[in-house]
T-cell receptor, first 117, second 114 residues
């Protein structure tokens, strides 16, 4: 149980285009989903927290107009990188929380590698 | 703000031996949770072990155990009988009670030598 999927697992796009990454909780309802960015050989950096049906809360320094987050249902959150540039190339990881069960645990997706040419 | 420090960027261990990864954290809260996550080359984050701050007993999961020293704010991970599959990045993480934001350390890269 507690499986989180991400799609696509990797994507290559041209500079200036937009890319959408999906995060799904497959066997539980996630009231909260998180989006992280991870640079090579570094730790996870939280970008934003999204709650179903409400606007995402972005961390300081993260451009909300560039990284659009939508949490339309209890099992799906999407991250859209708008007008992508090479510096947006990174590994993006989502996680989902089932805190209502009292476990205070996040379950992580397998990540998406984005390369912007 | 809470911080998590992993002072060992890299560690190595011989197969079948025991290794301890260190983690310290800074908080003024009394209600919190601590985690160790493993990130193998596949980059999938895997929960290794968790510890509730209110529990005095150290958490154990098979070959993985922690030494939780609340007063010292220390949360080290001991891996016994190390296996080649244990090679990965290990991240220590803190979660304040009532919050959902994990605070990660910078990670320790563990190499297991055959």
């Amino acid at each position: 149980g507690a499986v989180v999927s991400q799609h696509p697992s990797w994507v290559i796009c041209k500079s200036g285009t937009s890319v959408k990454i999906e995060c799904r909780s497959l066997d539980f309802q996630a009231t909260t989903m998180f989006w992280y960015r991870q640079f090579p050989k570094q730790s996870l950096m939280l970008m934003a927290t999204s709650n179903e049906g409400s606007k995402a809360t972005y961390e300081q320094g993260v451009e909300k107009d560039k990284f659009l987050i939508n949490h339309a249902s209890l099992t799906l959150s999407t991250l859209t990188v708008t007008s992508a540039h090479p510096e947006d190339s990174s590994f993006y990881i989502c996680s989902a929380s089932n805190s209502p069960t009292g476990r205070n645990e996040q379950f992580f997706g397998p990540g998406t590698r984005l390369t912007v040419l | 703000a809470q911080t998590v420090t992993q002072s060992q960027p890299e560690m190595s261990v011989q197969e079948a031996e025991t290794v301890t990864l260190s983690c310290t954290y800074d908080t003024s809260e009394s209600d919190y949770y601590l985690f160790w996550y493993k990130q193998p080359p596949s980059r999938q984050m895997i929960l290794v072990i968790r510890q509730e701050a209110y529990k005095q007993q150290n958490a154990t999961e098979n070959r993985f155990s922690v030494n939780f020293q609340k007063a010292a704010k220390s949360f080290s991970l001991k891996i016994s009988d190390s296996q080649l599959g244990d090679a990965a990045m290990y991240f220590c993480a803190y979660l304040q009670g009532g919050s959902e934001k994990l605070v990660f350390g910078k990670g320790t890269k563990l190499t297991v030598n055959p």
